[in-house]
């Protein structure tokens, strides 16, 4: 079963009108957006197309934390129950060969 969880307004506001939200992260040290595009933090984002990194540590019986880096930025989270960084990793995965498969789509002509 997914965990819900409800998103502030914080968050819903810096949505762009066909952005969706693809998982969320929330821990003792913030809250991570995952969506079609980007993923969010509190004061900050990194686009999809400048995803360096996605990485998770820990294990199930002490915890875990996820990181993604861009080439001048970080997003955190620590102090989340390991499947749920690994579940949240997966999605923002998922998004970036989403967005990989997007850029090298041949563009289609009529004849």
């Excluded at 080439?71 to 102090?79: F, M």
């Amino acid at each position: 079963m997914a965990d819900l969880i409800e998103l502030s307004a914080e968050f819903t506001d810096r949505l762009g009108p066909t952005e969706q939200v693809r998982a969320v992260l929330s821990g003792p040290t913030g809250t991570l957006v995952a969506t079609d595009f980007r993923v969010l933090a509190e004061d900050s984002h990194i686009p999809l197309t400048e995803v360096v990194s996605v990485a998770t540590a820990g294990n199930s019986l002490s915890g875990g934390a996820l990181s993604i880096r861009a080439e001048h930025t970080e997003l955190r989270c620590t102090g989340i129950p390991f499947e749920q960084a690994q579940r949240f990793a997966a999605a923002v995965r998922s998004g970036l060969a989403r967005v990989q498969a997007a850029a090298w789509m041949p563009t289609q002509r009529g004849n």
